[in-house]
């Protein structure tokens, strides 16, 4: 009977976490720290957010119907030809902004209400349900 050791380069011991894991919890700290301080400091913080896939709409302003849609706009977007997805995520930056700035002034939003037209046109050829103040 022979015993063959089988070595592959996979086998190696790694140290600390895969580059995954520490981007994810990146990623979780600073949404969670800007969504703490655009509630409790200034809507601006929402910048901070949008930089991890645009969470402003969803986190800060629990509107995830419509953060879904203009996550999907965006990335359709990006797909199709990188300036329409930055536009579309930059209109969705404004969007959470002049939201969040309307629910700390008292104002009731719609879960489907959007307050910048621009993004509401782009999204109104998608989500039939949608609503804009402005429009």
């Not at 957010?49 to 119907?65: E, S, W």
């Amino acid at each position: 009977m022979s015993t063959e050791t089988i070595t592959t380069p996979c086998a190696t011991q790694s140290r600390g976490w895969p580059l995954e894991r520490v981007l994810f919890a990146m990623a979780g700290t600073m949404t969670l720290l800007s969504a703490l301080l655009a509630a409790t400091v200034s809507p601006w913080f929402l910048l901070l957010t949008a930089f991890v896939l645009g969470l402003g709409h969803l986190i800060v302003n629990g509107q995830q119907r419509k953060w879904i849609y203009t996550l999907l706009a965006s990335l359709v977007g990006s797909c199709a030809c990188i300036l329409p997805g930055i536009v579309i995520s930059i209109f969705s930056i404004i969007d959470a902004y002049q939201t969040a700035q309307r629910l700390q002034a008292g104002e009731t939003i719609g879960e489907n209400e959007y307050t910048y037209a621009p993004l509401f046109k782009i999204v109104a050829y998608v989500d039939k349900e949608a609503t804009c103040k402005n429009a």
